[in-house]
Antibody
Framework: EVQLVESGGGLVKPGGSLRLSCAAS????????MSWVRQAPGKGLEWVGR??????????DYAAPVKGRFTISRDDSKNTLYLQMNSLKTEDTAVYYC?????????????WGQGTLVTVSS | DIQMTQSPSSLSASVGDRVTITCRAS??????LAWYQQKPGKVPKLLIY???TLQSGVPSRFSGSGSGTDFTLTISSLQPEDVATYYC?????????FGPGTKVDIK
């Protein structure tokens, strides 16, 4: 059974930092391209960024609102994805989801964690 | 960056009605378009990928069409359990932007 379990959320002051983790199991994590998606309270889904598998270069891409402040990394030996968030702003308050999706020629898999809440407030 | 828009932002329809949601990309994305359903308090669920391919286990009353910049999600006969917000997402390249969502409820 595939599981993605996020942790590390909480209350942080504006300008502060937080690191989220996502523990993966039930699939070959090292082959997966992993993403973070967030959802502010009562708002829509927002793609935050992704990291490719090391086989595909291990590169990262970010949404404009978080570029330069957030860093996505992975530890394939621990099957864990990370999101380092610095210089946090009140508008970063959201539930953060760890996700992976693989679309093939005739099938697709799409997995989401349950999310972890990050609240940025003074 | 490519922007994604959806219309309408919300709709109310009767059980059994045909419902259509439109998603538009500001530039062509071929068929790299997914549709998600999110029920209140739940994690998003993939309904359709590659613009028109139904994800395994999704009821056949859901269908998708389109290519390039214009896409549609159709629910052929709305059911009470379809009350949710629906999002489109481009995935041809980063950023993999979501549309703003369409909230569907029962009249």
């Amino acid at each position: 059974e595939v599981q993605l379990v996020e942790s590390g959320g909480g209350l942080v002051k504006p300008g502060g930092s937080l690191r989220l983790s996502c523990a993966a199991s039930g699939f070959t994590f090292s082959n997966a391209w992993m993403s973070w998606v967030r959802q502010a309270p009562g708002k829509g889904l927002e793609w935050v960024g992704r990291i490719k598998s090391k086989t595909d270069g291990g590169t990262t891409d970010y949404a404009a609102p978080v570029k330069g402040r957030f860093t996505i990394s992975r530890d394939d030996s621990k099957n864990t994805l990370y999101l380092q968030m610095n210089s946090l702003k009140t508008e970063d308050t959201a539930v953060y989801y760890c996700t992976t999706r693989e679309v093939g020629a005739t099938s697709a898999v799409d997995y989401w964690g349950q999310g972890t809440l990050v609240t940025v407030s003074s | 960056d490519i922007q994604m828009t959806q219309s309408p932002s919300s709709l109310s329809a009767s059980v059994g009605d045909r419902v259509t949601i439109t998603c538009r990309a500001s530039q062509g994305i071929s068929n790299y378009l997914a549709w998600y359903q999110q029920k209140p308090g739940k994690v998003p669920k993939l309904l359709i990928y590659a613009a028109s391919t139904l994800q395994s286990g999704v009821p056949s009353r859901f269908s998708g069409s389109g290519s390039g910049t214009d896409f549609t999600l159709t629910i052929s006969s709305l059911q009470p359990e379809d009350v949710a917000t629906y999002y489109c997402q481009k995935y041809n390249s980063a950023p993999q932007t979501f549309g703003p969502g369409t909230k569907v409820d029962i009249k």
